[in-house]
Each structure stands twice: as C-alpha cells, then as structure tokens.
C-alpha cells in the first residue's frame, strides 16, 4: 500500500543553492525559504555551516538565520553541521534541528569531509551527543548509496553497515542519499531492506534522489510502496552544477507533489504556490527551473 500522507523534506536552499557558483544576496534566500513556507512546507533545510571556503555560498548561515528568526510551531528549520565547530554556529543562530553528513564510500568521504569513513563517524558522535543534550533534533545523511562516481557500484550491505554505525550515534532520522541519481527503483527496495536489516527502522528513514538520470520518481514511488514516508526535494529542483556531471539537481519538489496529489497522498503544500516561489526564484538566479511540472504549470 501507499501512505496516506508524505512529509516533503524541502533542500532547495541548501543542497539546491550550494553549487551556485554567482552569490545569491542573503535577503533572497530568505525570501525564498519564507516563500517556500508560506506555500506549506513544513521542512525547510535554511543552509550549512560547514567551512566557507568549502562552500562559499553558504557563508552567509547566520546572517540568513538572523533574518529568518526562530521557525515557526510545528516547522522544522534544519541546518547541515559538519563537526563540533559547525555545531557551535549553528546552536549560537539558535537552530532546533541539525543534520551532519556522512559517505558510504571512502573516496567520498575523503572528498566532502576531508576525513576517512570512520573518522567522520568519530567527527560525528560529540557533534550529535552535543545537539541532543540541547534538545536539537538530529537526521543524519548518507552519500552515495546506490553508486559513486569513483568507485563505480555500491553494494546494498555496505549502506547497511554504515548505516546502522550512524544510526547508533543516537540520530532522529536517516536520509539515504543517491548523490549522483543513478538509482533504479529495484535497487531502492534492496538498500531499504538492508538498512532495515541493520536496525534502522523504516519509519525513520528518508529517500534523498537527485534525478541526473530520470529515475527520481519512479525511485521514490518504490520507496513509498516499501513504507518510507519522508521525501526529500528540491523546490524547482534547483541544484548541481552544469559542468560536473556527477552533480545535477535534486528530485524536483513540484514534480513529486504532482504524483503524490495524484495518487491522494496528502503532503499540505499548495502546488500552485510552490510552483510560482520557483519561477520567481528561477527569474533571481537568471535561468528557467528544469522542472517539467513548474514548465508545465507556466503561464501561456
Ligand atoms: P578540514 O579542512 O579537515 O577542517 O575540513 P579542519 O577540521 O582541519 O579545520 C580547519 C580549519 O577550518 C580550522 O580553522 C577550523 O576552525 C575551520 P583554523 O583553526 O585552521 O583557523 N573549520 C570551520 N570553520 C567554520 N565552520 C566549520 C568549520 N570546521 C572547521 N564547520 C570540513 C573539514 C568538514 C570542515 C570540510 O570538509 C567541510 O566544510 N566540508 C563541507 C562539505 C559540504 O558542505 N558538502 C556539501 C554538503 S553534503 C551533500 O551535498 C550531500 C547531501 O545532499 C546528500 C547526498 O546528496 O548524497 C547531504
Ligand atoms: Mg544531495
């Protein structure tokens, strides 16, 4: 069967914005994130405060928290924080929920975290110990799940191994990252099991697909169908940079509400709103929205 309701875990702001090579000003992304939950979305990733030289979009996380202001009752406002100083930002702009992130392939790991698997894992424990004695909630993300640009295919036992050593530092949800979206919908099934068969609930799991290949939909309807019900999406599906093709957008936020609305699976945001936040978004950053849902909700 389907969920009767999905929540949408939005990263238009964050996993969508941080390729941008051309500064986005701070008073647009916070435009952008009060739009977005003003079209009903109720999970809003605001940004990272990771190292700004890393990404130096994302330098400006405590100015656009700033403007922000606390999320509102019943939203979650997520930050990524890479390690304890990451996290020392983060709880000093006041955030509630944090998300540190994590690889299942050495090459990976290396290349986004400078640090071997296990050594973000150790970079990770004090940083969730920490969020959590706070009260701040924790996801925890894996990267490249279904494949790896280096490493080439990823076996569905080495998620689970992973996963359930991230699962055991104490975190609140685990979002399951097909980076580079080479995913196929059978493969989803076996990664979900293994997960699962590492002691990740389902119920505490989230499907994360970038949609390099097309697969996006058809990968998170598989997921739906095996009992995931948190969704993440990109708004416009914003994201990746046109030069490096292990980097495209996120699954697009309006193309997932459209076949969730479709088959009566309630998510509480206005298609028709978000729709509209993304062209306007789409005319900031000075190119259309690659959305197929957006394009076709365009106005003649
Ligand atoms: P490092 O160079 O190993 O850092 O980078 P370090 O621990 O050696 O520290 C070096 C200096 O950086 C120190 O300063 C630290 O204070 C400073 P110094 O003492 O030399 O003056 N520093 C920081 N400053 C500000 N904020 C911080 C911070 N940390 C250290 N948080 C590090 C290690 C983790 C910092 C670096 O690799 C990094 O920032 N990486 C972030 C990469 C990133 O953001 N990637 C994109 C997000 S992941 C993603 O997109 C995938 C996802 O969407 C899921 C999917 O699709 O698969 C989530
Ligand atoms: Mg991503």
Redesign the pocket.
């Known amino acids: 069967g389907l969920p009767a309701e999905v929540t949408i875990y939005e ?1 238009g702001a ?2 969508g914005l ?1 390729n941008e090579k051309r500064t986005v000003p701070v008073e647009v992304k916070a435009e952008f994130i009060r739009r977005m939950l003003a079209a009903g979305l109720r999970a809003v990733e605001v940004t ?8 130096p979009q ?1 330098a400006d996380a405590a100015d656009l928290l700033g403007r922000l202001g606390p999320a509102p009752d019943g939203v979650r406002m997520p930050v ?8 020392d ?1 983060a709880l000093d702009a006041g955030v509630g929920e944090i ?1 540190v ?1 994590g ?1 299942v392939t050495e090459t ?1 790991a290396r290349r ?4 071997t698997v296990d050594e973000s894992l150790a ?1 990770f424990a004090p940083v969730v110990e920490r969020a959590r004695a706070a009260g701040v909630a924790v996801r925890g ?5 279904f494949g790896d640009p280096w490493e080439g295919a990823v076996a569905p036992e080495q998620v689970g191994k992973v996963a359930g050593r991230l699962a055991e530092l104490g975190i609140d949800e685990l ?1 399951l ?3 580079i979206g080479v995913a196929t919908p059978g493969q989803v099934v076996a990664v979900l099991d293994a997960v699962e068969a590492a002691g990740v609930p389902r119920g505490r799991v989230a499907v ?1 697909f ?1 949609d390099t290949y097309g697969q996006a939909l058809a990968n998170t309807l598989a997921a739906l169908r095996a009992g995931v019900t948190t969704v ?1 999406a990109s708004a416009g599906g914003l994201g990746g940079c046109p030069y490096a093709r292990s980097a495209t957008g ?1 699954l697009a936020t309006e193309d997932l509400l459209w076949q969730l609305h479709g088959l009566g699976i309630r998510t509480g945001v206005d298609l028709e709103a978000l729709a509209a936040t993304s062209r306007w978004m789409a005319e900031q950053l000075g190119r259309p929205s690659p959305s197929r849902v957006v394009k076709a909700l365009a106005p003649p």
């Open positions: 990263v964050r996993d941080q990272s405060f990771v190292h700004p030289k890393w990404v994302l990524l924080v890479p390690n304890e100083r990451g996290l930002r998300a992130f690889s990976f986004n975290l400078n640090r970079m993300y894996l990267s490249m799940c979002s990252g097909d980076t994360h970038h993440d996120n």
